[in-house]
């Protein structure tokens, strides 16, 4: 046998629907205003968010996740070896994100998928695929980073890697 229950009310409370549905008035609009405009300025240009496309940076940055980049990383020093970094590809639209492995002035190669900075045999921090990639040694120049991405489990060329104009980098990606 079944328990017929009571209607369930159709009139939410008065408080909850004052939450939710606000009286507009100058105020609230105002608020409304103003945090339109504060996300705005937050999420164009401080905290941009990115959403990745590829998996050139597996197992670190998985394909489809989402990111943000913060703009302000750089503003008082250089990037860094190993950060992961946003940079502008082609345009303002297309941002890559990549490691920096090179810094300006060093020499950068790669003997059987080991990185070498200088001559000398690097630890890479991240966890990678194993890789057999082969790069003669190349120098990076002045006001520029080499940057490759963590999965470097695929031939070569099927990667997007090289130097990078310091005033391409938009930020450091952050979570």
């Known amino acids: ?4 229950c009571a209607p369930i009310h159709t009139k939410a409370h008065p408080l909850i629907r004052q939450f939710f549905l606000p009286q507009l008035t100058r105020a609230t609009r105002y608020r409304i205003l103003g945090v ?3 996300s705005l300025i937050i999420f164009r240009y401080i905290l941009i968010p990115v959403h990745v496309q590829g998996m050139s940076m597996e197992p670190t940055i998985s394909d489809g996740s989402f990111h943000f980049c913060w703009r302000l990383s750089y503003l008082y020093h250089p990037p860094k070896r190993f950060d992961i ?3 502008r590809f082609a345009g303002n639209r297309v941002l890559l994100l990549k490691r920096i492995i090179g810094l300006p002035g060093e020499t950068v190669s790669f003997q059987q998928g080991v990185l070498y900075i200088n001559g000398k045999q690097m ?3 991240q966890h990678m695929f ?3 990639w082969n790069l003669a040694p ?3 120049s002045a006001n520029t980073f080499y940057v ?3 999965n470097r489990s695929v031939d070569m ?4 890697f090289g130097q990078i104009d310091a005033k391409r980098i938009i930020g450091k990606v952050i979570w």
Do not use: C
């Open 36 to 38: 339109a405009l504060l």
């Open 148 to 150: 490759v991405g963590d």
């Open 157 to 160: 060329d099927q990667h997007r």
């Open 85 to 87: 970094v946003t940079f």
């Open 123 to 125: 630890e890479e921090p």
């Open 138 to 140: 190349r120098k990076v």
């Open 130 to 132: 194993p890789s057999t």
């Open 1 to 4: 046998m079944y328990k017929i």
